[in-house]
């Protein structure tokens, strides 16, 4: 069948984004997921050609980078243009781990290993940078998920720490933060194991009562314990495989690259997605966007 775009609404549901996908339909509300694929692979590319012009001309003239996600934001063009200077001038590869993801709503979500330098010093950072699109196609928002445990010395004599200090607010408690991300990262592989185990009570004891969750980005959310334990009564996946390691953040948020398999209409569905998880200071889940299209599930 041929591609056709079909502009939704936020009543559509799971099930109906999974049959327009199967019918070769693409689902958009202002930018297609072709254009967020493109512009995603441009992003990498100009990393790899440290090309900053190449990079500014994706993004709209008020855009807002968190990178890390709870560092200090950069809004405006001119702000993110000083940034990406400097950054670039450390950067040497830039390589996807897993694959690209889109979704219905204007949002994707790329994850990546950054190869950078300072010096002689050779770290790599596991990130997952999640972006926002406006309706001119144009990128609104950043937020980088990277966290201490995501970063590595690869090569010569550094400091993690100190390294990292340069990303964050002045003053920032890492010892605390450290912390908080190790419980972060725990959770999620709770997560991951209690859906492989089918254990649907071992993940609602790790979610907020007020939780909000949306399956993929885009389409009606679940709200509270009820109808989360609702979606998981009409069945769990057969399996759920991470796609490298978990990123965590200073700002409270998570995000995890995953596939899942689970049946549908006698048949098995592979989805890779991305969910991103925020917390709550008791380390309860509060809020779970996952981002996953058209080009991301495999019938």
């Known amino acids: 069948m041929a591609d056709t775009h079909t502009h939704t609404s936020d009543t559509l549901d799971l099930g109906q984004v999974l049959k327009a996908y199967e019918e070769g339909k693409s689902i958009h509300k202002q930018v297609t997921e072709e254009h967020m694929q493109d512009a995603c692979e441009r992003y990498i590319a100009a990393l790899n050609k440290q090309d900053s012009a190449a990079i500014l001309d994706l993004f709209a003239e008020d855009v807002r980078l968190s990178d890390p996600v709870g560092g200090k934001p950069f809004v405006g063009k001119s702000q993110l243009g000083e940034f990406m200077r400097q950054m670039l001038d ?27 330098h300072l010096g002689e010093v050779e770290t790599q950072i596991d990130i997952i940078d999640v972006m926002t699109f406006g309706p001119g196609g144009k990128v609104v928002s950043v937020e980088a998920h990277w966290g201490l445990d995501n970063v590595r010395m690869v090569r010569g004599r550094g400091d993690r720490e100190e390294l990292v200090k340069a990303f964050l607010p002045p003053g920032m408690d890492l010892e605390r933060e450290a912390a908080f991300q190790a419980d972060m990262r725990r959770a999620m592989q709770r997560y991951i194991d209690g859906i492989n185990k089918k254990d649907p009570g071992a993940l609602l004891e790790m979610y907020h009562r007020d939780i909000i969750g949306v399956d993929p980005v885009g389409t009606a959310p679940f709200r509270g314990l009820e109808q989360i334990s609702s979606f998981y009564d009409q069945g769990m996946a057969d399996r759920v495989d991470l796609e490298g390691p978990i990123r965590t953040s200073f700002g409270r948020t998570a995000a995890m690259a995953f596939s899942i398999v689970f049946p549908l209409d006698g048949r098995k569905v592979r989805i890779h997605t991305i969910d991103v998880m925020t917390f709550d200071e008791d380390g309860k889940i509060v809020d779970i966007k996952a981002i996953w299209g058209k080009r991301n599930v495999v019938f």
Request: a positive charge; charged letters at 20%.
């Open 90 to 116: 450390g950067c040497r590869n830039a390589k996807l781990v897993s694959s690209i993801r889109t979704c219905t709503d204007g949002v994707a979500a790329i994850p990546f290993t950054l190869e950078f």
